[in-house]
């Protein structure tokens, strides 16, 4: 029944040592999104991809990086992780843009040793 | 700066009051959202109203949006123990795709 579902749901990696989350859905929407959020904040959009369009907010870093190989799934990949890196990082879908809304997973929370 | 600003940033009411949290904006758009976020979890949709609504019911949530004031509100009737979570109004731009999220209301109802 699951509908977003992320993995791992918790990660550790080591400072500097590349890791990859991963978000998979089975609404069949068009539209994926990846969010950082700190404790206590407001998810942060980092991109989003609309099909396979992929779309890059100006202030994400170079750091971070995304793959939809299909439409099921959609990676987060951070290359060289930093302590500020640390966080809940939540997936998200919808059928067509900010005009509907948007479905969650229940998010991966990344430390960084 | 965020596209929302909320407040009360934190809320701490009785089982059975009402609660009410507040939204602030900054520039047009498409729709307003409501989310829900339980601890360490994902966020979940409780609401959308359209630019062109004003107000909104659904449940014991009320919802209810100023375009001219640039503000919206959310009112939760009855509150429960089960309504305590973070709870973060969202905008979309009227390009559909960027959605900016305010920086939350954390409601405690206490049994």
């Known amino acids: 029944d699951a509908m977003v579902i992320q993995n791992p749901r918790y990660q550790v990696t080591q400072f500097g040592k590349p890791v990859t989350l991963s978000c998979s859905q089975t609404l069949n929407h068009n539209v994926m999104y990846w969010y950082q959020q700190k404790s206590s904040q407001a998810p942060k959009l980092l991109f989003h991809y609309y099909d396979k369009d992929f779309n890059n907010e100006a202030d994400t870093p170079d750091n971070f990086q995304s793959r939809r190989p299909n439409t099921s799934f959609c990676f987060l990949d951070i290359r060289s992780p930093g302590l500020g890196d640390a966080a809940m990082y939540l997936c998200?879908?919808?059928?067509?843009?900010?005009?509907?809304?948007?479905?969650f997973g229940p998010g991966t929370r990344l430390t960084v040793t | 700066s965020q596209q929302g600003e909320e407040d009360p940033q934190a809320l701490s009411i009785q089982e059975g009051e009402n609660a009410t949290m507040n939204c602030s904006y900054k520039?047009?758009?498409?729709?307003l959202q409501w989310y829900r976020q339980n601890s360490g979890r994902g966020l979940v949709h409780l609401i959308l109203i359209r630019s062109n609504e004003r107000e909104k019911h659904s449940g014991r949530l009320r919802v209810t949006l100023d375009t001219s004031k640039k503000s919206s509100s959310l009112l939760i009737t009855a509150s429960r123990a089960a309504d305590t979570a973070s709870y973060f109004c969202?905008?979309?731009?009227?390009?559909?795709?960027?959605?900016?999220f305010g920086a939350g209301t954390r409601l405690f109802v206490k049994a």
């Open positions: 969202a905008t979309a731009d009227t390009g559909g795709f960027k959605t900016i």
């Open positions: 998200a879908t919808s059928r067509v843009g900010g005009i509907n809304e948007q479905y």
């Open positions: 520039t047009s758009i498409n729709n």
